[in-house]
């Protein structure tokens, strides 16, 4: 994450309190957020991912209109109208809870989501090569795509060899919904912490659902189902699967526990 504090596990101080609102409120952490992301009544605060990126998605969100399918929280400005104080950006408190077991619910919110914002325009974080973000999650997405080279491994290999040419049209996706959908009753699907990736339309519910067979126990005869019929569905499997052992490559996390969790998705989308 880009702009984290220096201590990761710290509560936003007095001062950034302040500048959101919330100065005599003390901060609760919450479940999930890598520890890092804190509730001060009305008002969620996270370490942002740097300037461009967190001004950019905050005045495309606080301009997003709620529909019966999804929500989004909207970001809170400081004292001063900024989007950032500090090392932190803030967003409305919105009731729910992940659940990643109901991956379908997730897929539909995702669709909503990227129906709505299929018309914004590639923002220059994800185009200008002096601008591109350098943490594990966007180099590993970039590898997935052909952007830069993958990690030498046989399971990667395997699922390069797979890769075939995608004609949906790329556009900006959410890059990591299971975990980041909330679910309240009474209420639309709230999708959370966005990270954008510029990529064809269905991508985002296809890392959804690879990961939902991972790490959920969903079955793998599951995997196209779930697709809905979006157009390059198979595809996309392989390449969100290649982007999620992409990142556990960079992170220094891929071991023999990890080979053998994905293996039967490799099996799935990229069969010999």
């Keep these: 994450m880009h702009g984290a504090p220096g201590d990761a596990a710290a509560p936003p101080d007095a001062a950034v309190l302040a500048a959101f609102g919330v100065a005599d409120i003390a901060p609760v952490r919450l479940v999930g957020g890598r520890g890092m992301t804190w509730r001060a009544g009305p008002v969620v605060l996270r370490p942002h991912d740097g300037a461009a990126v967190t001004d950019w998605r905050a005045a495309v969100l606080d301009g997003l209109d709620e529909t019966p399918a999804f929500r989004t929280p909207r970001p809170v400005r400081t004292t ?52 591109l973000l ?22 990667l290999d395997r699922l390069a060899r797979a890769f075939r040419p995608v004609a949906t049209p790329s556009q900006l996706v959410h890059g990591d919904l299971l975990g980041n959908v909330l679910f309240a009753d009474g209420a639309p699907p709230t ?44 595809q996309l499997l392989v390449r969100a699967l290649a982007f999620r052992i992409a990142t556990l490559h960079v992170l220094g996390a891929w071991d023999d526990l990890a080979v053998a969790r994905h293996a039967a998705v490799v099996e799935a989308v990229a069969p010999v």
């Design 80 to 131: 001063t109208g900024a989007w950032r104080a500090g090392e932190w950006e803030a967003w409305a408190w919105a009731p729910g809870r992940p659940d990643p077991s109901r991956v379908e619910a997730v897929v539909d919110a995702g669709r909503a989501f990227h129906d709505a914002i299929a018309g914004l325009r590639r923002p220059a974080f994800l185009e200008d090569p002096s601008e």
């Design 134 to 155: 350098d943490d594990a999650w966007s180099r590993a997405d970039r590898m997935a795509w052909g952007d830069e080279p993958l990690p030498t491994d046989p399971t």
């Design 191 to 234: 999708i959370i912490d966005w990270p954008p990736y510029w990529r064809p339309a269905g991508t985002g519910e296809a890392v959804a659902v690879v990961d939902a067979v991972c790490w959920q126990g969903v079955p793998t005869s599951a995997l196209v189902p779930l697709g809905h019929g979006t157009p390059d569905w198979p």
